[in-house]
């Protein structure tokens, strides 16, 4: 079975403070991917990345950063500089690869995220 | 480039009512997905259908909830005799191919609110 653990219930920070949000993730198998989503107060839920297991490069973009580390099952999410506008809900999850059953998503439970002025 | 599109956006419905929730995917995609966000929760998978299949139904509710993807319209989730533990944010996501490795986009979520 897979899990996704967001220990982390709500951050508060300052503006342009930066903040890592944490995720921790458990399965057997040995193919998988990992996804971040952000769910801002309109409610939707926007892509921000998705990594294979496979490949365990951190990557930049903008502002932020994902930290993969396949030897302690997590994949954190850092905001550098934090604005206002970075205020939301933080969806990690995972996705299996597996026949029949590979298209499932498996949330973690989010992060809320409040950017103060 | 259209997103997935999903109405309505807000449904209010009483005790006893049937509430559809419709989904668009994004062009191009041919797998469709639902998912259910209780209030306070992370989003828990629902259903997985292509153009006419059910694929994978192991996260829908066993009585009163069921989801379609005609070959020709959008992909419907129907939850008959609403309770007011359904209410609740019901996202639809679709992707191009059933392959794990793609993206699944989602839509802007569709609300229902059982009074």
């Known amino acids: 079975a897979q899990k996704v653990t967001q220990a982390q219930t709500e951050i508060s920070v300052v503006e342009k403070e930066d903040v890592t949000l944490d995720c921790v993730y458990e399965t057997r198998d040995t193919t998988y991917y990992l996804f971040w989503y952000k769910q801002p107060p309109s409610g939707e839920l926007v892509f921000l990345i998705r990594r294979n297991s496979f490949d365990e490069q951190n990557e930049i973009s903008g502002r932020y950063s994902w930290n993969f580390q396949k030897s302690t099952s997590s994949f954190n999410f850092t905001i550098t500089a934090s604005q206002v506008v970075d205020s939301a809900v933080y969806f990690c999850a995972l996705r299996n690869v597996v026949t029949g059953g590979g298209n499932k998503l498996t949330f973690g439970t989010g992060t809320q995220l409040k950017v103060e002025l | 480039n259209a997103g997935v599109m999903q109405n309505p956006r807000h449904l209010v419905r009483r005790r006893g009512q049937e509430a559809r929730l419709r989904c668009s995917p994004m062009k191009g995609h041919s797998h469709v997905y639902w998912y259910r966000q209780l209030p306070e929760e992370g989003l828990k998978f629902m259903v997985y259908l292509q153009k006419e299949n059910i694929i994978d139904e192991s996260g829908m509710p066993k009585e009163r909830f069921s989801a379609e993807f005609p070959k020709e319209g959008p992909s419907i989730l129907r939850i008959q005799q609403v309770v007011r533990g359904d209410s609740a944010a019901y996202f639809c996501?679709?992707?191009?191919?059933?392959?794990?490795?793609?993206?699944?986009?989602f839509g802007e979520g569709s609300w229902l609110t059982v009074v």
């Open positions: 996501a679709s992707s191009p191919e059933g392959g794990s490795g793609n993206t699944i986009y």
